[in-house]
């Protein structure tokens, strides 16, 4: 048997104050309207390492693209990348499209309620299977997403790392003791939404938390080492160079491959700097052996940034032109390609260093560029 981490009246308590709160200060997010099984799906996969706001922007422009399953299954895999740009981990955009035909394909485009059902389905892990459930159809699946678990470390003041595996049991074992079982759907949602508003990662509005008084954190004033860091990971600079080549008022994009990094996601060829090598040798060299292209007038465009995970991504980006007429690449690192006018490459998904070129081509000097 579990151990019980509150007395029978501390854990009503704890349940009533983030019931009212929810009640009071829940967010009107579009997905909480009628609580569809689809939407709940699409809301959960997009929110996963991104804003909340951001999330609310597309998942609103989504739906008008793809209002159900169906709508999914329909589409290319290019017009769900697309309505995804932006987003980032662009290998949940392709597990819907999968989901999407499977649930067509066996369930008429409906999404069960079962929970290894769904864990089943691509792209959803255990936190992502019982939000679907719990949100959707108000099973009594617990959930621990980072919020709640922030949250739990601090109300037991939780001295070892969420993420190791003692103090996922731990937190596994509270999900489960705090969860009213007939009100799965909301209880979950008011856990998320309290570590989303009121116990945040800085600065966390202790002074009107209405769980002060069952917070062993605050009262032993660790609240601000809860949860305990995991040991930070440095982060891997990788400098690459990539190049806008221009031929008779019309710029190359080439498409990736699909099982490679950022596959099927569309780009200007280049790649990583080499040893030595300076970011226009670097361009002549990348173009050459993925097109075998030969370029030159290079023009440094801008430099950007881009953060994931475990990278830090510095893009040297120059606008070039071929030396020969022919304008057919031998394809050697992509899948096809396009010449088209700047105009046009609106239409295609590009990764976030290649679509922040594209953008200050477009503000700034595409005039200035074209005309050299």
């Known amino acids: ?65 793809f209002p159900d399953v169906a709508a999914v299954a329909e589409a290319s895999e290019q017009e769900i990348l697309k309505a995804w740009e932006g987003l980032g981990y662009y290998s949940r955009a392709k597990n819907i499209c999968r989901t999407a035909k499977l649930l067509v394909q066996n369930y008429d485009g409906r999404i069960p309620d079962d929970l290894q059902f769904l864990l089943a389905l691509p792209g959803v892990g255990p ?54 079982g007939n009100r799965a759907r909301v ?48 982060k891997i600079e990788i400098t690459m160079a990539c190049g806008i080549i221009f031929h008779k008022d019309r710029i190359y994009i080439q498409q990736r491959l699909p099982d490679d990094v950022w596959g099927s996601l569309w780009e200007f060829p280049g790649g990583r700097l080499k040893s030595g090598e300076t970011p226009e040798q670097a361009v002549c060299r990348e173009i050459l052996e993925e097109t075998e292209f030969s370029v030159f007038r290079l023009l440094p465009l801008t430099t950007v940034a881009h953060h994931y995970t475990k990278y830090r991504v510095i893009l040297h980006g120059f606008t070039c032109r071929l030396r020969k007429s022919d304008n057919r690449p031998v394809l050697h690192a992509a899948c096809q390609y396009r010449w088209l006018p700047l105009s046009g490459l609106a239409d295609f998904p590009f990764p976030a260093g290649h679509r922040k070129l594209l953008a200050f081509l477009c503000a700034k000097k595409y005039r200035e560029y074209r005309k050299k």
Not at 17 to 40: E, H, I, T
Not at 207 to 227: F, I, N, S
């Open 127 to 180: 936190y992502t299977a019982a939000a679907i459930s719990s949100i959707a159809y108000n099973t009594p699946h617990p959930v621990l997403d980072a919020n709640v678990e922030r949250l739990f470390a601090r109300l037991l003041d939780l001295n070892i790392p969420v993420k190791q595996a003692p103090a996922r049991k731990i937190l596994q074992s509270l999900a489960q003791e705090l969860l009213p």
């Open 187 to 234: 209880f979950n949602q008011a856990l998320m939404e309290f570590g989303a508003i009121v116990c945040t990662p800085k600065s966390p509005s202790c002074g009107a938390c209405p769980l002060g008084d069952h917070c062993r954190a605050r009262k032993r004033r660790t609240v601000e080492q809860r949860p305990v860091p995991a040991s930070k990971i440095k």
């Open 1 to 65: 048997m579990n151990k019980a981490y509150y007395r029978k009246e501390e854990k009503e308590s704890i349940q009533e104050m983030l019931l009212s709160w929810f009640a009071a200060n829940g967010r009107d997010l579009p997905w909480r309207k009628d609580y569809d099984p689809y939407q709940v799906w699409i809301s959960e996969i997009m929110g996963q390492q991104t804003q909340m706001d951001r999330v609310v922007l597309y998942f609103n422009r989504w739906m008008k693209l």
